[in-house]
């Protein structure tokens, strides 16, 4: 769906829109959308701007840091965006956005993707981190046994190794 120039100089546009999962491209992310994704919001003109805010909605699945598990992150997000014109940015060079106001886009030619401000807003919501619980045992770092599930009996790795020190945590 394309949010255009045109439109909004007539009317602000009422968005309720759901992607399926599969529909959305996550440019290669860590993460699987394994639910529908259902966004409510409006777009209108401010200025020469546009805003969309609303909300989204969906479930995704990722893989525990440590044990590779997989791990459900379920995601309700409110957005309020402001996508001013590329063409402007050389004129309004001077032009300041407060650093904690507002988040700034930019777009160009006739309006905005919705699907490329749902992805983005995706991505930015997802946690570096992710976790299936907090006193997750990981993985084995020997025969890479999952130890939440089953205690292997691996002799912990030799700290004397020369490698040691190059050894990740
Ligand atoms: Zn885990
Ligand atoms: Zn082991």
Same mark, same amino acid.
């Given at each position: 769906? *394309?949010?255009?120039l045109?439109?909004?100089?007539l009317?602000r546009?009422?968005?309720?829109?759901?992607?399926?999962s =599969?529909?959305?491209?996550?440019h =290669?992310a860590?993460?699987?959308?394994i639910?529908p994704l259902?966004?409510?919001?409006?777009?209108e003109l401010?200025?020469?701007?546009i @805003?969309?805010?609303?909300?989204l909605?969906? *479930?995704l699945?990722?893989?525990c /840091? @440590?044990?590779?598990?997989?791990v459900g992150?379920?995601?309700?997000?409110?957005f309020?965006? %402001?996508?001013r014109p590329i063409q402007?940015i050389?004129?309004?060079?001077? %032009?300041?956005? $407060?650093a904690?106001?507002?988040?700034v886009?930019?777009?160009?030619?006739? =309006?905005i993707?919705?699907? /490329?401000?749902?992805t983005?807003?995706?991505?930015l919501?997802?946690?570096?981190k992710?976790v299936?619980?907090?006193?997750?045992?990981g993985?084995?770092?020997?025969?890479?046994?999952? @130890?939440?599930?089953?205690?292997?009996d691996?002799a912990?790795?030799?700290?004397?190794? $020369?490698?040691?020190?190059?050894?990740e945590?």
């Open positions: 769906m *394309r949010i255009t045109d439109e909004l100089e009317n546009i009422v968005i309720s829109k759901t992607y399926a =599969g529909t959305l491209d996550y =290669g860590e993460f699987r959308q639910a259902k966004v409510e919001a409006v777009a401010v200025g020469s701007e @805003r969309v805010r609303g909300h909605g969906t *479930r699945e990722t893989s /840091d @440590r044990c590779l598990s997989p992150i379920p995601l309700e997000q409110d309020d965006l %402001f996508y402007a050389a004129r309004e060079e001077e %032009f300041e956005v $407060p904690d106001e507002l988040e886009g930019f777009f160009s030619g006739d =309006g993707e919705l699907a /490329d401000v749902v983005e807003q995706v991505i919501s997802v946690p570096m992710v299936c619980r907090a006193e997750c045992q993985l084995c770092p020997v025969c890479r046994a999952n @130890r939440n599930v089953n205690r292997c691996c912990p790795p030799q700290d004397k190794s $020369p490698f040691a020190s190059l050894k945590d």
